[in-house]
C-alpha cells in the first residue's frame, strides 16, 4: 500500500483560504486514484473531492463544490486540495485518500485502500 502524508492545515479566520497537500510514497502515484474526506468531531467521516489517477475527472461533495478544488502533480507523488471562502462549518480533521483499484468519484471511503494520518483544519467565526 502506498504511504500517505497531509500537510497545509491550521487555524484561519471564516472567508480565507488553505491548501492542503497530500505527498505519496511506497507505490506508482500515478496508478492510484485520489480522495480527499474529512471529520468533525461527533461525525461521520464525508466526501469532500476526488481525482482520477489521470487527473482528467473530479468529484466533489455538495457542501465543497465551487469552493474547493482538487489537483494533483503526478511528477512529485502530490494531490492538493485548495479550499477557498471557509466557514466555520469546514472546521475538521481532513484526510487523504487512495485507491489503486476502485473508482473514485463516487466518494465512498470504503473504495479507499489507504489513508493519511489527517491534518487539521479550523476555521474561526
Known amino acids: 500500500q502506498v504511504q500517505l502524508v497531509e500537510s497545509g492545515g491550521g487555524l484561519v479566520q471564516a472567508g480565507a483560504s488553505l491548501r492542503l497537500s497530500c505527498v505519496a510514497s511506497?507505490?506508482?502515484?500515478?496508478?492510484?486514484?485520489m480522495g480527499w474526506f474529512r471529520q468533525a468531531p461527533g461525525k461521520e467521516r464525508e466526501f469532500v473531492a476526488a481525482?482520477?489517477?489521470?487527473?482528467?475527472?473530479?468529484s466533489y461533495g455538495d457542501s465543497v463544490k465551487g469552493r474547493f478544488t482538487i489537483s494533483r502533480d503526478n511528477s512529485k507523488n502530490t494531490v492538493y486540495l485548495q479550499l477557498n471562502s471557509l466557514k466555520p462549518e469546514d472546521t475538521a480533521v481532513y484526510y487523504c485518500?487512495?485507491?489503486?483499484?476502485?473508482?473514485?468519484?463516487?466518494?465512498?471511503?470504503?473504495?479507499?485502500?489507504?489513508w493519511g494520518q489527517g491534518t487539521q483544519v479550523t476555521v474561526s467565526s
Open positions: 485518500a487512495a485507491t489503486e483499484l476502485k473508482p473514485v468519484l463516487a466518494g465512498d471511503p470504503a473504495d479507499f485502500e489507504s
Open positions: 511506497g507505490g506508482t502515484f500515478s496508478m492510484y486514484g
Open positions: 481525482i482520477t489517477w489521470s487527473g482528467d475527472r473530479l
